[in-house]
């Protein structure tokens, strides 16, 4: 089992910045993938950037340039980050962090999630 905490979220107005953490244990050091998705009000939950254990990351073409993903560790905990720059009112959404075993694709499913944090971007 793995246990996944957002904090971070909040209210920013346009073209600001926030970051995001997540705190996962357990049996996290198996997970081979940590991600960032988010899902605003009426849209499909999207993925918006993955990191594997070697620090490898993608991102969605949408946030490229803007959203950094990062990972650190100590005892037996992982904090998994999203560096959020440039935030734009299209950026409003409730980010989770998630977390699976298999191998580094875009496509991959994700085996747990957190509950999720509010980012909301005024205009």
């Known amino acids: 089992q793995v246990q996944l905490v957002e904090s971070g979220g909040g209210l920013v107005q346009a073209g600001g910045s926030l970051r995001l953490s997540c705190a996962a244990s357990g049996s996290i050091f198996r997970m081979n993938v940590m991600g960032w998705s988010r899902q605003a009000p009426g849209k499909q939950r999207e993925l918006v950037a993955i990191?594997?254990?070697?620090?490898?990351?993608?991102?969605a073409d949408s946030v490229k340039g803007r959203f950094t993903i990062s990972r650190d560790a100590a005892k037996n905990t992982v904090y998994l980050h999203l560096q959020m720059n440039s935030l734009k009112p299209e950026d409003t959404a409730v980010y989770y962090c998630s977390a699976r075993q298999s191998g580094f694709s875009w496509s991959g499913r994700f085996d747990y999630w957190g509950q999720g944090t509010q980012v909301t971007v005024s205009s």
């Open positions: 990191i594997n254990s070697f620090g490898l990351t993608d991102y």
